[in-house]
C-alpha cells in the first residue's frame, strides 16, 4: 500500500516554468514504477509522462517531450515533474500515480495508486 501526495501546482504565465512533487508514504517506493497524468473537465485522463523503479527509463507523451522532465529519488521516496516552457493546453490537474513492476505504462488503468491531484494553471 501506498500514499501520494502531489505539491508545486499554481498558476504561471506562458512560457514559464513549475516544478511539481509527488512525495509517497509506505514501504519500498523503489519497487513501484510511477507516472503523471493530467485531465482538465469532460476529459480523459492524459499520460504525461512515466518513470521506471530505479529511474533508469523515461517515457513521455509527444506533447510534452522536451519540455517536461520526469524524475525520482528513491531516498526521499519522491518523483518529480519539471515543466518548462509552459503553455496554456498545459492547464489541468495533474495527477501521480504508482503500481508495483518493473515495468510502466501510459494506460491509466495501469496503475494502482493516485494521488489527489495538484492544479496547473498556465495563463496566456
Known amino acids: 500500500q501506498v500514499q501520494l501526495v502531489e505539491s508545486g501546482g499554481g498558476l504561471v504565465q506562458a512560457g514559464g516554468s513549475l516544478r511539481l512533487s509527488c512525495a509517497a508514504s509506505g514501504r519500498a517506493f523503489s519497487n513501484y514504477a510511477m507516472a503523471w497524468f493530467r485531465q482538465t473537465p469532460g476529459k480523459e485522463r492524459e499520460f504525461v509522462a512515466a518513470?521506471?523503479?530505479?529511474?533508469?527509463?523515461?517515457y513521455y507523451a509527444d506533447s510534452v517531450k522536451g519540455r517536461f522532465t520526469i524524475s525520482r529519488d528513491n531516498a526521499k521516496n519522491t518523483v518529480y515533474l519539471q515543466m518548462n516552457s509552459l503553455k496554456p493546453e498545459d492547464t489541468a490537474v495533474y495527477y501521480c500515480a504508482a503500481r508495483d513492476s518493473r515495468s510502466y505504462s501510459d494506460r491509466p488503468f495501469f496503475y494502482d495508486y493516485w494521488g489527489q491531484g495538484t492544479q496547473v494553471t498556465v495563463s496566456s
Open positions: 518513470i521506471t523503479r530505479s529511474g533508469g527509463g523515461t
